[in-house]
């Protein structure tokens, strides 16, 4: 098992910049997919980003594709997600995400896939 926690949401004007982490307990951080998924006030959860295991490969939803990147750092047990060039619709309360599968490329974005869920922080960005 893994327990996640979030970090790093906050109040960032259009245009700004915000690092969200995801840190992991247990030993076998490594071993798990990784992702970040978000819901809007009056929307399903919807995802963001993935990484395999690995890190080697990442997963974009096309709504975030060249202003978010995730990443994942095993010695310390933590995942990030820098989310630059933010926009008011950006806003979510944002959810890290484990999985002990070896999940498809479809599969990367289904939220059901994955066991593990941290609590969510809030991302607010005014226009």
């Known amino acids: 098992q893994v327990q996640l926690v979030e970090s790093g949401g906050g109040l960032v004007q259009a245009g700004g910049s915000l690092r969200l982490s995801c840190a992991a307990s247990?030993?076998?951080?490594?071993?798990?997919?990784m992702g970040w998924f978000r819901q809007a006030p009056g929307k399903e959860r919807e995802f963001a980003a993935s990484?395999?295991?690995?890190?080697?490969?990442?997963y974009y939803a096309d709504s975030v594709k060249g202003r978010f990147t995730i990443s994942r750092d095993t010695a310390k047990n933590t995942v990030y997600l820098q989310m630059n060039s933010l926009k008011p619709e950006d806003t979510a309360v944002y959810y890290c995400?484990?999985?002990?599968?070896?999940?498809?490329?479809?599969?990367?974005?289904?939220?059901?896939?994955?066991?593990?869920w941290g609590q969510g922080t809030q991302v607010t960005v005014s226009s």
């Open positions: 995400a484990a999985s002990s599968d070896p999940l498809s490329f479809y599969e990367l974005g289904l939220g059901s896939r994955y066991a593990y």
């Open positions: 247990g030993r076998t951080f490594s071993s798990y997919v």
């Open positions: 990484i395999r295991r690995s890190g080697g490969s990442t």
